[in-house]
């Protein structure tokens, strides 16, 4: 069960990241919308409506998960740039994914995350060095600098995608 749960293991924070870090991250988030287009490629609507793990979200909700939680982090990464240690509004991910526009075609989300990564590439690449230990104030999670939340949505690419794609290799698809 953890390997479908957590396909690329759990994400492990660290104290600092390394400025080649820093670029290969912001390099994930880049190719994270074809990557995601190229996962779903071709699926059917039956395909998609496959859960990833028992008691996990279907491959749909997965695609329709990322750009909403991708957009409130984007939010958080333009507050941390423009205010003083702000607080951040944390969102209810499970009762989203049970939210109507949960079951639009996949397309719709994929269009999404493309515009919404080219802005926030753009954004991230125009970070200054000493700005990356910017922080802002997660009630649940405490402070976040904005290397770490940058981290932590790299994994959190590579999580969901590999959710899809670990599903189409045990489904033979």
Do not use: C
């Not at 990564?117 to 954004?123: D, F, K, N």
């Not at 060095?129 to 590579?158: C, I, V």
């Not at 999580?159 to 189409?168: C, E, M, P, S």
């Amino acid at each position: 069960m953890n390997e479908l749960q957590y396909p690329v293991g759990k994400f492990e924070r660290q104290t600092g990241y390394h400025p080649r870090e820093i670029t290969e991250f912001i390099q994930m988030l880049e190719n994270l919308p074809a990557q995601m287009r190229a996962a779903v490629a071709g699926l059917s609507d039956a395909q998609l409506e496959t859960k990833y793990r028992e008691g996990g979200w279907t491959l749909r909700q997965v695609v329709h998960h990322v750009p909403d939680s991708h957009m409130n982090s984007f939010v958080r990464f333009k507050l941390g740039l423009t205010e003083e240690n702000p607080t951040v509004k944390p969102y209810d991910e499970g009762a989203w994914a049970l939210l109507p526009d949960s079951s639009l075609p996949v397309k719709i989300s994929l269009d999404l995350l493309e515009a919404l990564h080219a802005r926030w590439v753009i954004l991230l690449r125009s970070i200054k060095p000493e700005d990356w230990k910017r922080t802002f104030q997660h009630p649940e999670n405490g402070p976040m600098t904005l290397e770490y939340a940058l981290a932590l949505y790299a994994w959190h690419s590579r999580h969901h995608l590999a959710h899809i794609t670990k599903t189409r290799e045990r489904m033979a698809w």
